[in-house]
């Protein structure tokens, strides 16, 4: 079956610039994650959604973040006034259980690759 | 605070011989434990997973980990290295409220 897609696979825009970041997570998939990796680091959560609501965004690191999920499936990530330090891969997962669940696996997709000059 | 660390950047190998990846983790708590494996431009993907049940995890591609709590460990292996095992490996830990922690991650190259 079908994986997690994300699109774009790349994106470049310029310092100041609002972009969005789309999750197509697994059919069914009522868990959803984004995660940010910078270069020679493993990811770094950001978000975590449980069906339409964001269980816990305390990984966002500033309001110029935001993420939806309005119909529990697809979901968005959006960052406003983007800055050179946003560069990096945004990774998106999902898994058929809550995070809560012991041993729950995640299944990721290929990440965007954001680029801000 | 839960942390979990990978020992090596790197770590290269020749094909046909073990494979070893480490792993430690701070918790005060017996915590879920996890390897991903990350191929260029390709998703992660899930090797093995410890979840308190048996110590010796095995996974996928011939792959295993175990569990010491003594050394606070969670080491990667596998008895003979592969050309298409060339990837960076993750080490991931989970709080008992379901958040990941990554590991900083390990390439792992095998020369023919």
Known sequence: ?117 | AQSVTQLDSHVSVSEGTPVLLRCNYSSSYSPSLFWYVQHPNKGLQLLLKYTSAATLVKGINGFEAEFKKSETSFHLTKPSAHMSDAAEYFCVFNTNAGKSTFGDGTTLTVKP
Request: net charge neutral; aromatic share 10%.
């Open chain 1, 1 to 117: 079956g079908a994986g997690v897609s994300q699109t774009p696979s790349n994106k470049v825009t310029e310092k100041g610039k609002y972009v969005e970041l789309r999750c197509d997570p697994i059919s069914g998939h009522t868990a959803l994650y984004w995660y940010r990796q910078s270069l020679g680091q493993g990811p770094e959560f950001l978000i975590y959604f449980q069906g339409t609501g964001a269980a816990d965004d305390s990984g966002l690191p500033n309001d110029r973040f935001f993420a939806v999920r309005p119909e529990g499936s697809v979901s968005t990530l959006k960052i406003q006034r983007t800055e050179r330090g946003d560069s990096a891969v945004y990774l998106c997962a999902s898994s058929p259980l809550a995070r809560t669940s012991a041993g729950n696996e995640q299944f990721f997709g290929p990440g965007t690759r954001l680029t801000v000059l």
